[in-house]
């Protein structure tokens, strides 16, 4: 995929599951909580990117920045960024998320989205856990990100996912950050 340049602050996409419901180990696997793959975006994908945004965050998007969201807005952002993966669950996308590596020890978290139906499942979370892990060995130090005010649901997932507010409220949106030790 081409270098692309970061996209504004102000559109950022954000959706992420409610906070996740905690399972304790005497509850039997769910088919929700099956095992994650993780694959890097293709052309093929736009359909799905679209759709899923559309869904699950045009009104939130709209009241947030008080600007139609498009199927045409979608894949501008999307295709602005340096990475989009794919997050499929028994070989079928569920999610994506998107990403701008902004230096050596720092990476810009533009987009976590999950279709309604996995979200409040702890699939979030693991998508979370994962992206983390993966930062890490790219010796990412930081992860900055911006979270809609609109979008209730998707700040306590950020908070309660270890993320923490880096300022004031912007354009809709208030930018976030998770320190890795």
Same mark, same amino acid.
């Given at each position: ?33 099956a095992r994650l793959h993780f694959r890097p975006r293709t052309d093929e994908d736009d359909s799905f990117i679209s759709s899923i945004t559309l869904l699950t965050l045009k009104d939130v998007f709209e009241a947030s920045t008080n600007q139609p969201l498009t199927e045409a807005i979608i894949l ?41 139906? *996995? !979200? ?7 998508? /979370?856990?994962?992206?983390?892990? #993966? %930062?890490? *060995? !790219? ?7 911006? /979270?809609?005010?609109?979008?209730? #649901? %998707? ?27």
């Amino acid at each position: 995929m081409k270098k692309r340049q970061p996209k504004p602050a102000s559109k950022s996409l954000r959706a992420t599951p409610a906070q996740s419901k905690k399972k304790t180990a005497a509850q039997p696997p769910t088919q929700s909580m099956a095992r994650l793959h993780f694959r890097p975006r293709t052309d093929e994908d736009d359909s799905f990117i679209s759709s899923i945004t559309l869904l699950t965050l045009k009104d939130v998007f709209e009241a947030s920045t008080n600007q139609p969201l498009t199927e045409a807005i979608i894949l501008q952002l999307v295709n602005q960024t340096d990475t989009c993966v794919i997050i499929e669950q028994r070989g079928k996308p569920i999610g994506y998320y998107c990403y701008d590596k902004t230096s050596a020890d720092r990476i810009y978290w533009g987009s976590l989205v999950l279709v309604p139906s *996995k !979200q409040a499942k702890g699939l979030g979370r693991k998508v /979370v856990e994962h992206f983390v892990a #993966e %930062a890490k *060995k !790219q010796g990412v130090r930081r992860i900055d990100g911006h /979270v809609q005010v609109k979008n209730e #649901e %998707a700040y306590h997932f950020w908070m309660s996912n270890g993320f923490q507010v880096a300022g004031r409220e912007q354009n809709g949106s208030v930018p976030i950050l998770f320190q890795i030790n």
